[in-house]
């Protein structure tokens, strides 16, 4: 379940002192559902979906990438429509704020970091866990 995730990326957040952390989200099948037409967006989110991602947009100790396999020119329209929702996303399919540290831990060339991933491939339930999000949310800092 996402909540787990995110509770623990909370709690890591809390013990190594991190100022952020980072949430990957798909788009088809996570946050709105897909009519696998090309060339026309799907816009109709699941429910709860566009009230958990303004919750988490309005978090300044969260960064959203929108972690997604569509084209460049269907990204442009719905980083446009997540923007006119009130959804903002600091990536898009990258991670810069966690560069690969060659003398480091992890390389993130080609896998960006993240510390929960919503999506449904990973078994994100869009049906079901927007609204544990959103229970989530107003609770998390009491952790």
Known sequence: MITTAIKSAFQKKKARNWDTIFFA??????????????????????????EALVKL???????????????????????????????????VNENPDVPTDTNGYGNYDKKPYFNALFDDKAGFNPEREWLDVIVLLDVIDTF
């Open 57 to 91: 947009t309005a978090r300044k100790d969260i960064k959203l990438i929108l972690y997604t396999c569509s084209h460049p020119h269907e990204v442009e329209k719905y980083l446009e429509f997540f923007e006119g929702h009130g959804i903002h996303f600091d990536f």
């Open 25 to 50: 989200i798909d788009i088809h099948d996570t946050i709105v559902k897909s009519n696998y037409k090309a060339g026309d967006i799907p816009t109709e989110f699941y429910p709860y979906a566009k």
